[in-house]
């Protein structure tokens, strides 16, 4: 199961946050956890380079794209190398919808259609879609047709 998706910016504020089967009052342990995780080893660190961690039985994967930094947390059958596949997933979404490697600002101006995206890649703890092509199709946003 994917326990977690969690975008921070460089302080560590939490942009966005997922969580799939991890209990309310673990949520704050894992945030500070990843937070201090990718400030300790994200400084200098090439946009979309892959880390790779392991903590209490779970993997974990972070990188950074532009000025924002993306962990993925999973265990079982979601080890380092199927972690490494939503990531790439995620980050091809992330730099799809905003043209580009955002900056923390061209993040928050897309922030609905960047969770949409979120949605439809990992659902309920599991992966959905990776085709990049086919997220885009999913999160169109159509206007309501009058009858």
Do not use: Q
């Amino acid at each position: 199961m994917i326990l977690a998706v969690l975008f921070a910016n460089s302080d560590g504020n939490i942009l966005i946050e997922r969580f799939h089967g991890v209990p309310a009052e673990e949520r704050l342990h894992w945030r500070s956890f990843l937070v201090k995780l990718g400030s300790e080893n994200l400084k200098g660190s090439k946009n979309e380079e892959l880390h790779v961690a392991s903590h209490k039985s779970v993997s974990i994967v972070y990188t950074t794209i532009g000025d924002v930094c993306l962990y993925i947390v999973g265990k079982d059958e979601y080890d380092e190398l199927a972690l490494a596949e939503v990531i790439f997933a995620v980050t091809s979404a992330v730099k799809d919808v905003c043209g580009k490697p955002p900056t923390e600002r061209l993040f928050l101006d897309k922030y609905g259609r960047i969770c949409l995206c979120l949605d439809e890649i990992v659902w309920k703890g599991l992966l959905e879609n990776t085709e990049k092509d086919r997220v885009r199709r999913l999160i169109r946003l159509k206007p309501p047709v009058e009858p």
